[in-house]
């Protein structure tokens, strides 16, 4: 397991898991607006490693990250097709946003399917597995397992929250203040950087918010996932 991090938009962090071909699968928002040399990946002993290159599916919401040298750990495999019920057990290992050290994990339930728009196609939605299991910010691209024999059959997308549109709007206007007085402060990576008071305020609220604790998230679903692989040219 890996903590996916993004410096080119620190502290952004997200989870991924290495696959038998040697990429690692993880959630394609966590590298979005992020090349190769802007992406690291960081294990649980202290390994870390970069990527070389990036393939995001925008729409299913997957990527493959290519390290730019051979990982050595334990590989999940694919669940071969079959039944995702709601009520089958499930468990999930990711990196919540603030944790160091190993990845945690999550255990819950399928609850059922839902579906979500694409953004500029009204004629198109894609169906999505619901889990009563916690996940929040960072564990985004980790594996969801079937408790009976521990293969994948998806991966964490997102946590839902419930509030309404205007408090992410709102944070992501606050975020865009290029006006105010000047902040030094330290990103995620430990390099110097200098902020607005009001992107600071809405980083601090950013956090807040991160830390609600929900029990339901998504995923992707596992024959999504397995020809998202196919498309690329990889046996799942």
Known sequence: MFAVLCRAALPKQGTGFLHKSGR????G????GCSGPD???????KVKAGVSTIIRDEMMDLALLTPDAQLHGRTLEIAKPRPTNPGMQVSTWGFPAGIRGTALVTVGHISGTTWVDVPGRPDLVIHRLVLNAALNHGNSGGPILDLTDGAVIGVALAMLAVEPPWVREGISLLEKQLTGLAKHTLRFDGAPETVTDIVLLARILSQIRSQAQLSIGLSVRPNDLRDF????GIDP
Not at 39 to 45: E, F, H, K, V
Not at 229 to 232: A, Y
């Open 229 to 232: 692989l196919t498309k690329h």
């Open 39 to 45: 992406t690291l990946l960081a294990g649980d002993d």
């Open 29 to 32: 928002h966590v590298v979005s």
């Open 24 to 27: 690692v699968i993880t959630a």
